[in-house]
């Protein structure tokens, strides 16, 4: 691509900045909102364990390139909010940083550019994930500069390229091994377009498989020997479930600002599906780049459908299937940038009216798989000023088991001595202090309890014993 081909400066201007202000409201909810209970999770199993439990064992939760720059963020900073997110941020800006490369190569338009731009960085479910303290925003991170190598090293063949394109894979599946399938993915459809021109299998196993391979059993070897069937426990017992909680999480995140596209999931499946099978078809100047993702897609899909047939692996949920997002819209995007004029207009309409619900969406205020988590550290703050007037030691503290992991996170982060280890247990008198979530709230009228807080956003109530 020359430099007549790029997007016009002001509209590189234009898409930085908003950039920008996506990476300062990620910070600003990354030093704001409360830990949940799968960041505490990870922290109470792994983190504050020793270093050598990060290797001794593996769980679904061990997204364990993330959870080895956690350690080092925390061991610098000590423990925080921030610091447990301090990797995921880094993987942020870069999937930002990747998202806007990736879309000047691809669309010239300016146009079609921003309306890339606000696909791929505005989806309300993706931007949880660009600060959470999980692997999948990295991993992200690494499957958009994959991509972006891989089409460069399809226009230029420079060796460095493919290099780079398999690291990036390989550290993919090192910051979450759910990366696997599109990883590989990727790989294989890269494979078969330079088979088909130049049949060079050597080039390929030593310049794309091999730092892709060596990447990520780099760090994932030791945990990963660990692992038993029993921890790969995530997932959903069909795809019809699957399509489901990707449309929610991006069309109705915010359920009072859900405007439209209420689609159904037979819908979004034939769209899907109707994207890949229609992308072999196309014939244009643009073919490559569309062949390139969404035959990634098809070789994906048939991983997962193979990998749930063979071994009854669970299909993925929610976050577990977050790369079909970015992967999708990029994809309609191609497709629709290369149609006739009448479906251009069409496509352009729907794919900026999609733009347009993520953007109406955004907040700051909790992330949308844990929203009842989105109060905890502000019912430990009520909990200290209410104990500092009633000091008492070995406080026992009765939780749903929702909030458990985030509560005991935030008793070791502030060292509360007098606070006894929240543990999953009956609701009963026994205790002292309550952490009640909406549905459980009746049992303020069962137990005689005095609430002391409740929380606007999350509904969680702190109760004391009258």
Request: aromatic fraction near 12%; hydrophobic fraction near 50%.
């Amino acid at each position: 691509m020359t430099e007549v081909d790029r997007p016009p400066a002001w509209a590189s201007r234009l898409a930085m900045a908003s950039l920008a202000a996506v990476l300062g409201a990620n910070i600003y909810r990354a030093c704001t909102q409360s830990i949940t209970s799968d960041e505490a999770y990870t922290y109470n199993l792994f983190l504050n364990q020793g270093i050598k439990q990060l290797f001794a064992r593996y769980d679904a939760a061990h997204h364990v390139l993330n959870t080895y720059l956690c350690q080092i963020s925390i061991a610098l900073f000590g423990v925080s909010e921030l610091s447990m997110r301090l990797p995921s941020l880094a993987g942020g800006a870069l999937y930002l940083l990747g998202l806007f490369r990736l879309s000047g190569y691809l669309f010239a338009s300016p146009a079609w550019f921003l309306l890339s731009i606000g696909l791929l960085a505005l989806n309300p479910f993706v931007l949880d994930h660009l600060s959470a303290a999980r692997g999948y925003g990295s991993g992200l991170a690494c499957l958009i500069w994959a991509f972006y190598f891989a089409l460069r090293y399809l226009d230029e063949r420079r060796e460095s390229l493919l290099y780079g394109c398999g690291l990036c894979l390989g550290l993919a599946v090192a910051f979450n091994l759910v990366f696997a399938f599109p990883a590989a993915g990727l790989g294989a459809m890269l494979a078969l377009l330079l088979i088909r021109q130049s049949g060079d299998l050597w080039r390929l196993s030593d310049h794309l498989a091999v730092p892709a391979i060596v990447s990520a059993f780099l760090f994932v070897i030791l945990p990963l020997g660990r692992a038993e069937t029993s921890n790969f426990y995530a997932g959903e017992p069909s795809l019809n479930d699957t399509l489901r909680g990707l449309m929610t999480f991006s069309f109705h995140y915010h359920p009072e600002r859900s405007i439209w596209l209420r689609v159904e999931v037979p819908i979004a499946a034939v769209a899907v599906l109707g994207t890949i099978a229609l992308a072999v078809a196309v014939r244009s100047a643009g073919r490559r780049p569309l062949l390139l993702v969404s035959g990634s897609m098809a070789v994906t899909f048939g991983l997962i459908f193979a990998a749930h047939q063979l071994f009854g692996t669970p299909y993925p949920m929610t976050r577990t299937a977050i790369y079909w997002i970015p992967l999708s819209a990029l994809a309609a995007t191609l497709l629709a940038a290369q149609a006739p004029r009448p479906v251009r207009i069409a496509g352009y309409a729907i794919l900026l009216a999609c733009a347009l619900q993520f953007a109406i969406q955004f907040q700051v205020e909790s992330y949308a798989e844990w929203r009842y988590d989105a109060g905890s550290k502000r019912v430990i703050a009520r909990m200290r000023e209410y104990h500092a007037l009633h000091p008492r030691e070995n406080v026992a503290v009765r939780a749903s088991w929702l909030v458990e992991s985030s509560l005991n996170f935030y008793r070791q982060m502030h060292n509360l001595t007098w606070m006894e280890p929240v543990k999953r247990e009956d609701f009963n008198r026994s205790h002292d202090y309550f952490v009640l979530l909406p549905h459980e709230q009746a049992l303020v009228g069962l137990l005689s309890l005095r609430v002391i807080y409740r929380d606007s956003v999350s509904g969680a109530v702190f109760a004391v014993l009258r």
